[in-house]
């Protein structure tokens, strides 16, 4: 499955941006899917994964009651709404795909798309 991430950019804090990833290539519904992000200097770290039905979700603690992912498989698509965020929310975000749901932060999914980099400004 290839992925594409988009919809990252430059907000100020406080303010909200939704990310996106299109897939292609195999059966979307048949894919768990994950959101990470690498900020200079740092290891890429779990930001957020959804199972395939969309029914079950799992947050990063730093991001827990700000970000929301959400899936629609008609729409190949898995979405990421960030809100509230915070300088220390910036970072290159990648979406990630794996036919594995693990509702923990489970890094070892199989495709990984590009980044998108998300600025968050004070």
């Known amino acids: 499955v290839q992925l594409q991430a988009s919809g990252g950019g430059l907000v100020q804090a406080g303010g909200s941006l939704t990310l996106s990833c299109a897939a292609s290539g195999r059966t979307f519904s048949s894919y768990a899917m994950g959101w990470f992000r690498q900020a200079p200097g740092k290891e890429r770290e779990f930001v957020a994964n959804i199972n395939w039905y969309g029914d079950s979700t799992y947050y990063a603690d730093s991001v827990k009651g700000r970000f929301t992912i959400s899936r629609d498989n008609a729409k190949n698509t898995v979405y990421l709404q960030m809100n509230n965020l915070k300088p220390e929310d910036t970072a290159v975000y990648y979406c990630?795909?794996?036919?594995?749901?693990?509702?923990?932060?489970?890094?070892?999914?199989?495709?990984w798309g590009q980044g998108t980099q998300v600025t968050v400004s004070s």
């Open positions: 990630a795909a794996d036919p594995t749901y693990y509702r923990s932060s489970y890094r070892g999914y199989d495709y």
